[in-house]
């Protein structure tokens, strides 16, 4: 046991804070059950002077989105010397931009959708591209403010102009790939498994993620070999590619009818959820490693300087 006194991070200010209070408790128990000295901070403002009173040897990181999932807690933890999980800085900051991940990945040779930044405004005001097409937040996590816009949609949906919007003015516009929604975890350099998502609602959106029966997780995914092979090697390339460290998961959308590339990325989750219905600790299960091992392994990685 290389650290003993944990400080576990969660809740926090983004719209994702209910996610992450149940993912902090969850990694909370997870951890005392394997003999670690926990202290649960519902992070503020007041982060730095609750972190200078508890003197952690080490912070599980178990915010989700902005100012947790970003960059800037990872800044806060870098200048304080407190080793922490998952990415540092810089990969944090730029997976959380979804259009610049897909710029770098691209890159590398990982393929995704065709799309553009833009302000809400201009996507509010009328078709941008050709429908089916996808809008959503270009630095917000777990589906937050996702709308899918159909072929004979008149227009995307009002509330993108709405003075009560909250989720940045920067929306990332993209086209629609029709199929199946896939996901691997990375753990270090290993892909763990593909599972394939499935869901009564619209689409795989906030509620279709957390609520109780609101998807169904398949795994091992029922698809090609050769299809999982290429998950398994995106993910992992997606994973490396960025800088990534200790667990990430990757989501994708496999088109089988597709005519040449069928398998796209949609985005990087560089601290992916860790709650009773989350995706990373089943796949983590179905290869062998239980929930108290899989957050025991997260915290023996962290370090700073990541």
Known sequence: MKFKRIAVLKGGLSPEREVSLNSGA????ALRAKGYEVTEIDVGRDLASRLLEMKPDAAFNALHGQW???GCVQGLLEVMGVPYTHSGVLTSSLAMDKQRTKLVLRSA???SPEGRVMSRHEAAGGHVMEPPYVIKPNA????????IIRKGDNRPPSELAS???TLGDEVLVEKFIPGRELTVAVMGDRPLCVTEITTDLAFYDYEAKYAPGGSRHVLPAKIPEVIEERCLDLALLAHRS??????TRSDFRYDASAANEQVYFLE?????????????PEQAAHCGISFPDLCEWIIEDASCLR
Do not use: Y
């Open 268 to 280: 990087i989750n560089t601290q992916p959820g860790m709650t009773s219905t989350s995706l990373t």
């Open 140 to 147: 917000q996590g777990s589906s937050v403010g996702v709308h």
């Open 26 to 29: 969850a990694c909370a128990r």
């Open 242 to 247: 960025l800088g990534c460290r200790g667990v």
């Open 109 to 111: 040779g990982v393929p």
């Open 163 to 165: 003075d009560k919007w």
């Open 68 to 70: 947790g999932e970003d």
